[in-house]
């Protein structure tokens, strides 16, 4: 009985680890679709992870570079969906000072880098069971958070033997499980970082521990690996680092630091603090001491872990936090249902359909009708048309608040567009407001009539504009002609002037040397 025991305690550890890795896999499922739908729902100011209110932090001069830098992306066809996320665009615009050109060919080099890598299908499929011994000689990892929320990633640069590293694992292969975990960390700890502390993460605080850094922790293997990953950080995930803490300085680490950094962008300059052994309380002002390990002077010794620099605390490891992510996952499926029966009664008003579908040409006015099918007459009337409907559909979300789940008969030209009523659940049923009434619809539809009117009014307008622009550039070309003319008599007339100026003056010189001769004699 009692050599049973430990089996049993064994196992049900090994179903809580099961249980865990689940979860985590769930969560990134959770976090991409999460990540996605917030992408295309409008720019908005917070979203909700169930009951968690998460605060963003995109201000509206922002939200202007990005519509541009997005729409240059998607113009070019660099924007794939699982890419289509605003705070990774702002990353991008930030590490090229918001210029859109350069951050597109950054944007356009990582699309491709993320390709050649397969970084897109890492976490899934590549395993690095050489862990264990790889932490021995590169003792690396994320430890808690910082008092914002953020995660705090730690290296222990002093404790790295190049030599012995590259005896357990391969370059290569050391590269890939650093991807792998920049992955996981945008996947998993970021959205997990964001659910704890209520508003958005996407940076972490670095501690990099320099004490006994010397030659031997940097031979040549080690500054091509060094070199390697700060190369894939840089190109591919920038902006991700709030502020770094390089501790254990030395007075020649911190006299060098202090020529170096008056080469360094002022901003980078500014999240880095060189400290000496006196850091303690420095780390103290920004990590609580339950989230620092003992040996940096914090309160945590991750006993049942192994090791602070083993155990990976954070909120990725709390069920509960997974889970707000996991059960995301109903909330995003009913998003999409919303989401495709908006584009099915958009598509609808788009093709304007009737009973029998057989008829082309639908009145919109007295003086224009919308044909389906039409050739095109020029890109103004195909954007009039498009912001026609899109006022259109503006008019209508405003007038019915959400859009209906049945349109009667009676709402537009005897059409229906209906939904199965049993593929809907009473959950979805309660998310949508009653129908709209037959005479808000019509008034909306014959709003509609009225903004494509004006906009093909002011289709036709340019030629008569431009005309009216050629007759007043006419008009002050001419007056620049006159004026030109005048100028030039103007400055005639005070030639001649100056001439009989100056011969008065020759004159008045010659009578006063004659005054002299004369009273000279």
């Avoid at 033997?161 to 650093?178: E, P, S």
């Avoid at 093909?456 to 504009?465: E, G, R, S």
């Avoid at 008065?504 to 005054?515: G, M, P, R, T």
Wanted: aromatic letters at 8%; hydrophobic letters at 35%.
């Amino acid at each position: 009985m009692a050599e049973t025991k430990p089996e049993i305690e064994m196992s049900e550890e090994e179903r809580k680890i099961a249980k865990m890795s689940s979860l985590k896999k769930k969560a990134i499922n959770a976090s991409n679709r999460f990540k996605n739908s917030f992408s295309k729902k409008g720019r908005k100011s917070s979203s909700k992870v169930m009951s968690v209110t998460i605060e963003d932090d995109i201000d509206a001069e922002d939200l202007q570079s990005l519509d541009a830098f997005r729409q240059a992306l998607v113009l070019d066809e660099l924007l794939p969906s699982n890419l289509d996320d605003l705070h990774m665009m702002l990353r991008f615009l930030r590490a090229r000072k918001f210029d859109i050109e350069k951050a597109k060919q950054m944007w356009s080099d990582m699309i491709q880098w993320r390709k050649d890598f397969g970084a897109d299908t890492i976490i899934e499929e590549f395993e690095f069971e050489e862990i264990d011994d790889v932490m021995k000689h590169y003792p690396q990892g994320y430890h808690g958070v910082d008092k914002e929320g953020r995660p705090v990633y730690i290296e222990r640069l002093g404790q790295i033997d190049a030599n012995k590293l590259l005896q357990v694992t391969t370059m290569d292969r050391y590269v890939k499980y650093h991807v792998r975990e920049f992955e996981k960390t945008f996947k998993i700890k970021f959205p997990a970082c964001s659910v704890a502390a209520k508003k958005h993460i996407d940076q972490s605080t670095t501690i990099l521990d320099v004490q006994g850094v010397g030659l031997k922790n940097f031979s040549k293997s080690a500054r091509e690996l060094l070199q390697r990953l700060l190369k894939i950080d840089n190109d591919n995930y920038p902006e991700t680092l709030n502020r770094m803490f390089i501790i254990n300085a030395g007075s020649g680490f911190r006299l060098l630091w202090s020529t170096v950094k008056s080469f360094l962008d002022p901003k980078t300059t500014a999240k880095i603090h060189v400290l000496g052994n006196k850091y303690h309380s420095k780390l103290l002002e920004v990590i609580d001491a339950s989230e620092l390990p003992e040996f940096f002077g914090g309160a945590c010794t991750c006993e049942d872990k192994g090791g602070c620099m083993r155990s990976d605390k954070g909120p990725w490891n709390d069920p509960e936090v997974l889970k707000s992510l996991v059960r995301n996952n109903k909330k995003m499926d009913e998003d999409n249902v919303h989401e495709k029966q908006v584009a099915t009664i958009d598509k609808s008003m788009m093709e304007w359909p009737t009973k029998t579908q057989k008829i082309e040409n639908i009145p919109v006015s007295k003086e224009c009708y919308v044909r389906k099918g039409a050739p095109k007459k020029g890109d103004g009337l195909l954007v009039g048309g498009v912001m026609a409907f899109v006022m259109g559909i503006v008019a209508m979300v405003r007038l019915s608040k959400d859009v209906p789940r049945k349109l009667t008969e009676a709402a537009l030209y005897g059409n229906s567009v209906c939904y199965e009523d049993s593929s809907m659940s009473k959950h979805n049923q309660a998310q949508f407001a009653a129908p709209v009434s037959s005479s808000e619809y019509m008034l909306m539809v014959k709003r509609m009539a009225e903004l494509e009117e004006k906009c093909m009014f002011l289709d036709l307008k340019p030629a008569n504009v431009e005309s009216e622009k050629e007759e007043k550039l006419q008009a002050a070309l001419n007056r620049v002609q006159v004026l030109e003319q005048e100028l030039t008599e103007t400055k005639k007339a005070l030639e001649e002037t100056l001439v009989g100026q100056r011969e008065i003056l020759a004159y008045i010189e010659k009578k006063k040397k004659k005054k002299k001769l004369f009273f000279g004699f």
